[in-house]
């Protein structure tokens, strides 16, 4: 089984949406997950749990697995 990771960047909120990278990120958060669909709800409940949001600054989250 290939282990996903949630990438969570914190940006800014008068940072564009294409433009939130991992270099213009506030934050930036790594979890590692067993599916796709674990990412996205670990993306989620990290955002939630960690109270990221607020402040102008939002999340992106980004699911992959490393080469």
């Known amino acids: 089984m290939k282990t996903v ?14 433009d939130c ?3 213009t990120a506030l934050d930036v958060i ?3 997950t067993p ?4 990412c996205m709800m670990a993306g989620q409940a990290n955002v939630a749990r960690d109270r990221l949001l607020g402040d102008g600054r939002y999340a992106k ?3 992959g697995s490393r080469p």
């Open 61 to 63: 989250v980004i699911c």
């Open 21 to 23: 990278q991992r270099d």
């Open 5 to 18: 990771f949630a990438l969570i960047l914190v940006c800014a909120a008068s940072t564009t949406q294409p």
């Open 35 to 38: 599916s796709v669909f674990a």
């Open 30 to 32: 790594t979890v590692k």
